[in-house]
């Protein structure tokens, strides 16, 4: 799979985000949509609050503020309650990890994965790192025309609700290029 081209369309699609926010999902989320499941989780990671690190009592503060507001928000409307910041390497960093691991279980649920072009792969990745991949897995139309590579049968049933329609047409776009 074309890391590059999943990066790209990540930071374009999911934003990088260096404090804490709720995702539309409402987990408490940073940097390139990485969930933070507890506030145990969020004190693994790197923040930083100003020019020194920040401490393990600071960020779990902040979790509990993000973790305590609603849901529904744009990720800049939780800015304000927040004073850790992730630095933009520990956020390269985590999205790496992240990928890796996702791919992983794309690989492990998606039996023909290694065969779908290179397009189709970086496609399929957006929708399940945006709908989880039993989100993913939902769509059967769509999966079982992936592994008989009808790609226009693919695109026609990628869209997915709730999703702008510039992020279903570009994924639509991404997966008619393994037609040429």
Sequence with gaps: MDTALVLARLNNFEGRIPYMYRCTGGEVTVGIGHAIPTADDAVKLS????????????????????AA????QVASAYAPLTTCRMPNGA??????GDIAIFT???????PNWNR??????????DMGFNLGVDGLLKFHKMLAACDAADWKTTAA????????DDRNNQTAALILQALK
């Design 116 to 125: 779908y072009p290179e397009c189709v792969q970086a496609a399929l990745f």
């Design 69 to 72: 507001t609603p849901k529904g």
């Design 157 to 164: 049933e990628c869209h997915r609700e709730g999703i702008g």
């Design 104 to 110: 992983g279980k794309l690989a492990a649920r998606l």
């Design 91 to 96: 956020i390269d960093t985590l999205v790496a």
């Design 47 to 66: 923040w930083m609050l100003g020019s020194r690190p920040a401490t393990p009592d600071e960020v779990r503060a902040d979790y509990a503020r993000i």
